[in-house]
Nanobody, 121 residues
Framework: QVQLVESGGGLVQPGGSLTLSCVVNGTFAALNFMNWHRQRPGKEPELVAS???????DYADLVRGRFIISRDNAKNSVYLQMNNLEPEDTAVYLC???????????????WGQGTQVTVSP
């Protein structure tokens, strides 16, 4: 059984930094895209950042230049370094990973449980 476990959320002041981590536990054949989404209060979920197996990164305009996504393929983990945080970044952050389960031919998207990030004075 595959499980995504996130950590690193919390309360931070505007201008501060946080780093989120997400590890993929369990047995699987392969990992593909690793992404971070967020859901801000009263808004639809939005893609924040994405990274390919080879390390190519993509960012939403709202976070480009402030957030950095990275991955450690040996540790089956993805990270989101968030700098210069703003109150508008307050949200539940969720990692999701495209995974090919053991014995399967197709890819399936798995989601973490989410971690709360609150940016407030």
């Amino acid at each position: 059984q595959v499980q995504l476990v996130e950590s690193g959320g919390g309360l931070v002041q505007p201008g501060g930094s946080l780093t989120l981590s997400c590890v993929v536990n369990g047995t699987f054949a392969a990992l593909n895209f690793m992404n971070w989404h967020r859901q801000r209060p009263g808004k639809e979920p939005e893609l924040v950042a994405s990274i390919t197996v080879g390390g190519r990164q993509d960012y939403a305009d709202l976070v480009r230049g402030r957030f950095i996504i990275s991955r450690d393929n040996a540790k089956n983990s993805v990270y989101l370094q968030m700098n210069n945080l703003e109150p508008e970044d307050t949200a539940v952050y969720l990692c999701n990973v495209l995974i090919r389960p053991t014995g399967a031919a197709d890819w399936t998207r798995y989601w973490g449980q989410g971690t709360q990030v609150t940016v407030s004075p």
